[in-house]
Each structure stands twice: as C-alpha cells, then as structure tokens.
C-alpha cells in the first residue's frame, strides 16, 4: 500500500471514530482544481477535525480553475454565499488583497511563539505576500518538470539516463522522436490555461514581466523573444502540434509523446494513468540562461475570508495546519507538488524518506532553488492580462504570426490593461 493510500486510510479509521455528530464552529471552505485536489483535501479536513473536534469542516463546491475560482470569490466577496476559507492561486492573491477581500495574516503570525519552528520560513511565507500584507499561506507549491517517456527515447537513439539538458537538445530529441512516425510526437508544451509556463521560459531566460514600478511592460526584451522564439522552434523544428491541454495529457499518457513540459502537481496523476505502460522519467525544466534563470512558483494559497472574530481563529488553526508539516505530507504524495514546508521536507517522520523512494519527485524537489513567486498583475484586469499572452502564444503555436509580432502584439495590448497611474 502507498504512503499516500495508508494515509488515507488512517485518517478514514480516525475519523469515524473521533468526529464528534456537533462541532462549536463550522468553516465553509472553497478549493480549485478537483482532480487534483479532492482527495487531499478530505484527508487534511479529516486528521484535523479528529485533532480539533470543537471545528467542523464543510466544504463548498470547488471551482475548475484557479481562474474560476477567483471570479467566484470575487463575485461572493461581502455576501452570504462568501466561504470563510478558500485556497487561491499564488497569481492571483493581489486581486483580493488589493480590494481589501481577505484577512491580513500578519497579526495572526505576530502571536505566534516561532513559525519558523513549524517550518514557516521567511522565505516559505513571502510566497503568499503582497505588499506588507501576508494574504495567506502557501499550501501547494509546485513547479515546471520535464516529464518524458524513456521508451521512445531510446528507439530514437536518445539516452533516458541522460535527459535533454537545454532547449536544443530538446528540440533535436523531440524531431527523432517524431519521425519514428506510428502516430508518435515529440514534444508537448502545455502553453494554454495561463501565463505560468511563459513565465517558466521568461523567468528561465531572466526576464521580468513589468519594469520594476510596474507602469511599463518588459516581457517584448530580449528574454521575451527568446521565449516566444523558442515556443516557435518546438513547433517548427521539433514538431510539436497543436494540441488541447486534455488532448495533450491523454496523448503522453498512450504512450505517444516523447518529452511532455508541465507542473509537478500533475505527477501524482500521471503515474496513475501512465501504470505500466512504459518507462516514465521526469527530469528538471531546461532554462535559456542557467545562470540567471528561474522558474515560477505555481500553486496555492490558503487564505482567510471570514470577518467574524470567532470563526477567524478557528480558520487561523485550519490554516496552519493545512499548509503544516502534515498538510504537506499529504500533498505531496498526493499531487506531486514540492513540499511549500521546510519542517516537512526535512524530517522523516513526513517526506525525506518518500523522496528517497520515489525517485519521479525529486526533479521538483531539485529544482526548489530557482523558485521565485508566480507574478501577479496590478490592477483589476489580471485576468484578462494573462489571457492576451495566452492568445499570442497561441498564434506562434498554430503560425498564424511570427514570435515577433504576436509579442509585440501581446506588449502592446497588455500595455494597456495596466493600471493608469
């Protein structure tokens, strides 16, 4: 039985025992991404509610998407329908903290003995901050891996003990894959959805998105195209299609992609629908500059709602809790994100261990030292921002326009979205 499986189990043993039929307080808490997340979830809410019985945890329906599930709070935000805990993506936690929708975390940590000790370092906790306000606390944090199938690599001649190491050997590997022909491609880059793995390469060459006082667009420098360059040479060079994220997903887990870009939170799933299919390998994301680069923290946040004083310190314990040491042990072995906790990748009574027996983790783990925070856009079109760059890339992808001006197109029309200050 997994790690992952045992834990479950335990907490389902625990609970229908200890789960008292009446709680003092009930917290109505929201979450994205189902598939991912469901199965964790109702792990975390179990242990903690066995540990704190006077606190019930009911769960509202979750959002698809980090997109969706910002406009739901958005939209509930002063309402009765407003949850007292959701968990928001690391982007989008400036567009409720700048309206003023959630409870700064600040003074909570300020009556706390040490949170270090409990594995909240200063660097862990700035990824959930805006400004001087500590919005929430980062409870999956993830980052972009190569995943690859090791079978194909080797009819094309490749080595899958030694991964493709830059982008050009990449693109060199993906066209032999490729035309080993039978329906098999070389490459899928998940580029739809949001701007985190265009952050990945503009980070990963060194760029920023926004000068530093954030009125001007710096994504069209040089970094920028050499980042929409490169999307444009996967296709050209090495032959990647134009495919749907669902469509991309079913087609490396049949077996028919060679080298599949994306989050380690799709690990855990991957594995699962990958079973003995063939010979899956992860392996870190190459950078354009390996010096400068860096790759975006994707994930969540956990984030208080509620106003009522009660209730925020009841939510302020579900919270540490959740993005604890234990919190993390769940994720991890559950999704495949990298542990948004110092306590609980450190020790062994939660996740060194895991990683010494399950080799497939540890390219994120790996590659924790390049993490800086997913960028997050002033203003109130964050969302609208981030579907431009979407598009523009996807005009390379399906050569309808070259790198070139499907950059300066996004600039342009980005440039605009911004606050006018």
């Known amino acids: 039985m997994s790690f992952f499986r045992k834990t479950i189990a335990a907490a389902a043993i625990a609970t229908a025992f200890s789960v008292p039929a009446l ?28 540990e704190n019985p006077d606190i019930k945890i009911s769960f509202v329906s979750p959002s698809a998407t980090y997109e969706e599930g910002i406009q739901t709070i958005l939209r509930q935000a002063g309402t009765a329908e407003m949850p007292d805990i959701t968990f928001i ?63 194909l690599i080797r009819q094309a001649g490749g080595n899958p003990d030694q991964p493709p190491k830059t982008w050009d050997e990449v693109i060199t590997l993906g066209a032999k894959v490729k035309a080993l022909g039978n329906g098999n491609e070389g490459i899928d880059f998940r580029w739809q959805g949001d701007d985190w793995m265009f952050s990945a390469l503009l980070f990963g060459a060194g760029g920023t998105m926004l000068s530093p006082d954030e009125k001007k667009v710096a994504f069209n420098g040089p970094e920028g195209i050499a ?85 925020q310190q009841a939510a302020w314990k579900f919270a540490k809790f959740a993005a604890g040491p234990y919190g993390a042990s769940v994720v991890v072995p559950g999704t495949g994100y990298v542990p948004n906790n110092e306590l609980a990748a450190k020790s062994p009574e939660y996740l060194a261990d895991f990683y010494k027996q399950n080799p497939l983790f540890q390219a994120g783990l790996n590659q924790m030292n390049r993490m800086i925070p997913w960028y997050a856009f002033p203003g109130t079109n964050g969302v609208k921002v981030t579907q431009t760059i979407v598009d523009n890339l996807s005009r390379v992808v399906e050569q309808s326009a070259t790198p070139q001006e499907a950059l300066n197109n996004a600039a342009d029309e980005v440039q605009k979205l911004l606050p006018r200050r």
């Not at 567009?95 to 975390?105: H, K, L, P, S």
């Not at 906790?125 to 980062?138: F, I």
């Open 23 to 50: 709680a003092e307080t009930t917290l109505n808490v929201h979450y994205p991404m189902p598939g991912f997340f469901k199965d964790v979830m109702d792990v975390i809410s179990k242990k903690f509610m066995e």
């Open 89 to 151: 993506g690391l982007n989008r936690l400036r567009m409720i903290a700048e309206r003023g929708v959630n409870v700064d975390m600040k003074p909570l940590i300020a009556k706390e003995p040490d949170m270090a000790a409990q594995g909240f370092s200063d660097n862990i906790l700035r990824l959930a901050q805006v400004g001087e306000q500590q919005v929430g606390l980062a409870f999956a944090t993830s980052n972009p891996i190569m995943y690859y199938n090791a079978d």
């Open 227 to 311: 980042a929409f360059n490169l999307v444009s040479r996967l296709v050209k060079e090495g032959g990647m299609p134009v495919l749907t994220k669902q469509a991309g997903e079913q087609a490396f887990v049949a077996g028919k992609v060679g080298l599949s870009f994306q989050t380690t939170g799709a690990l855990r799933n991957t594995i699962k629908n990958v079973g003995t299919k063939f010979d899956l390998r992860t392996g870190p994301l190459p950078l354009l500059n390996p010096e400068k680069g860096h790759l975006p923290t994707g994930g969540n946040a956990v984030v208080i709602l509620t106003k009522d004083a009660a209730k």
